[in-house]
């Protein structure tokens, strides 16, 4: 039914609208017309509180590939426009040089284990010398420092092979993250050198996907207390995403973060929140309109605006047809925000009253409740049951601030 589609987008109990008409003069006690009014009967409602932000797309992790070793590229290993997988080779550079490099490195390595051999040798054969007295203790103390000597030149050596290796697999650029790739910087054949400014390549984690949402300082702190005070909040998914050309994404997202520091030029805060792109529809870059489902009011109070006004004080007021048809000014009314053409009243309206909204300006001058007042005539008009699905879909569409 289309009152069902309502409850789940938006659950708002049935709010009678009753038009009061005038009794014929002949059975008016007093033989005047009584004021044409219009009211609004209460009902209990759980709102959804919602609120539109602007947001931009980010990539969940971008990594920029740039060379750690210097020399001419020769082959790119991957296809442009594609996705990659961390440990994949991405160029080749030259690696003529440092294989060389390496290769001395390990003679040397070779070269500087020799020698601590024969200088462990000769150290046992002073040892033994030095028992019969036949060198001197000054001999002996140099055999030993030379033998100490060559094992600090093999630690050496073998940490220049080490350098030599590390840098001969730097000629091979590896992506160091699952992502896509777009396009390539330089071709096979240029001159590379290590820590330049310009990357060979940019890899964008797409999937998980960020979007980027700015919010006011000033709303984002009302929203930190009124919660639990006035909403509930809500966790998980709780953030839905709208293309600039109107269309919903299929898939909602959650906060990951509200930052805490505020923008000093625009006084706003970003919330970041994260959505699952395993389609690739969500760029990075793409300005989106997601919105952020903050909570619930539970048996909240819907008003429609015309039914509320505001007196010179700038209070919120409103008239209120008693049970005896009398009438109640009422000055302490609080509105916390608005729907479709209605107010979500948290204070000074309760759930059965009933609400005048047409007719006012016969009953600007009741300030107090009217006593006496003459019988009425009720008649019910219409409900929200009533509505057509396009009123219904307006009330939920503007039902995000």
Same mark, same amino acid.
């Given at each position: 039914m289309r009152f069902n589609k309502l409850l789940l987008a938006l659950p708002v109990a049935c709010a009678s609208l009753l038009l009061l008409t005038s009794c014929d003069n002949g059975n008016s006690k007093n033989g005047n /017309? %009584? #004021?044409?009014?219009?009211?609004? $009967?209460? &009902? #209990?409602?759980? =709102? !959804?509180?919602?609120?539109?932000? #602007?947001?931009?797309?980010v990539a969940s992790q971008i990594a920029e590939i740039r060379p750690q070793v210097g020399g001419i590229v020769l082959k790119r290993e991957f296809d442009e426009s594609s996705n990659v997988k961390a440990g994949q080779s991405l160029?080749?550079? +030259?690696?003529?040089?440092?294989?060389? @490099?390496?290769?001395?490195?390990?003679?040397?390595?070779?070269?500087?284990?020799?020698?601590?051999?024969?200088?462990?040798?000769? %150290? $046992?054969?002073?040892?033994?010398?030095? @028992? !019969? /007295?036949?060198?001197?203790?000054?001999? =002996?103390?140099?055999?030993?420092a030379d033998a100490k000597q060559a094992e600090a030149a093999v630690l050496v050596a073998q940490a220049a092979e080490h350098t030599a290796k590390v840098n001969l697999d730097y000629t091979k650029v590896y992506s160091p993250i699952d992502g896509y790739i777009g396009k390539s910087s330089v071709t096979e054949g240029a001159l590379v050198a290590a820590g330049q400014s310009t990357p060979l390549a940019l890899v964008q984690q797409l999937d998980p996907i960020y979007v980027d949402m700015t919010e006011a300082a000033t709303r984002y702190n009302k929203y930190l207390q009124d919660k639990n005070v006035i909403y509930e909040p809500v966790k998980g998914n709780n953030v839905e995403l709208y293309f600039n050309d109107g269309s919903k994404y299929a898939y909602p997202g959650s906060v990951?973060?509200?930052?805490? !520091?505020? /923008? &000093?030029?625009?006084g706003t805060v970003t919330l970041r929140s994260q959505f699952t792109n395993s389609e690739g529809k969500?760029?990075?870059?793409?300005?989106?309109? #997601?919105? %952020? !489902?903050?909570?619930?009011?539970? @048996?909240?109070?819907?008003?429609?605006?015309q039914g509320i006004t505001s007196n010179k004080l700038g209070q919120y007021t409103a008239k209120i047809l008693k049970p005896d048809n009398t009438v109640e000014y009422r000055q302490d009314i609080q509105v916390y925000t608005g729907v479709g053409g209605y107010w979500v009243v948290t204070k000074g309206i309760s759930i059965g009253e009933e609400v005048i909204i047409t007719g006012l300006l016969n009953l600007t001058s009741v300030e107090k409740p009217q006593k006496d007042a003459p019988p009425m005539k009720v008649e019910?008009?219409? +409900?929200?049951?009533? %509505?057509?699905? &396009?009123?219904? +879909?307006?009330?939920i569409k503007n039902s995000v601030k």
């Open positions: /017309n %009584l #004021p044409q009014v219009t009211v609004f $009967k209460v &009902e #209990p409602l759980n =709102y !959804t509180l919602k609120i539109g932000l #602007p947001g931009r797309v160029y080749q550079i +030259d690696p003529a040089i440092y294989q060389a @490099n390496y290769d001395s490195a390990v003679a040397s390595v070779a070269s500087a284990k020799a020698n601590a051999n024969i200088a462990q040798l000769t %150290l $046992k054969r002073y040892a033994g010398l030095l @028992n !019969t /007295n036949s060198i001197s203790q000054q001999a =002996y103390d140099k055999a030993a990951k973060f509200s930052d805490m !520091t505020v /923008n &000093e030029t625009t969500i760029l990075p870059g793409m300005f989106v309109k #997601p919105q %952020l !489902t903050l909570g619930y009011i539970k @048996n909240a109070v819907l008003v429609p605006q019910k008009v219409g +409900d929200l049951n009533t %509505l057509s699905q &396009e009123q219904l +879909d307006s009330i």
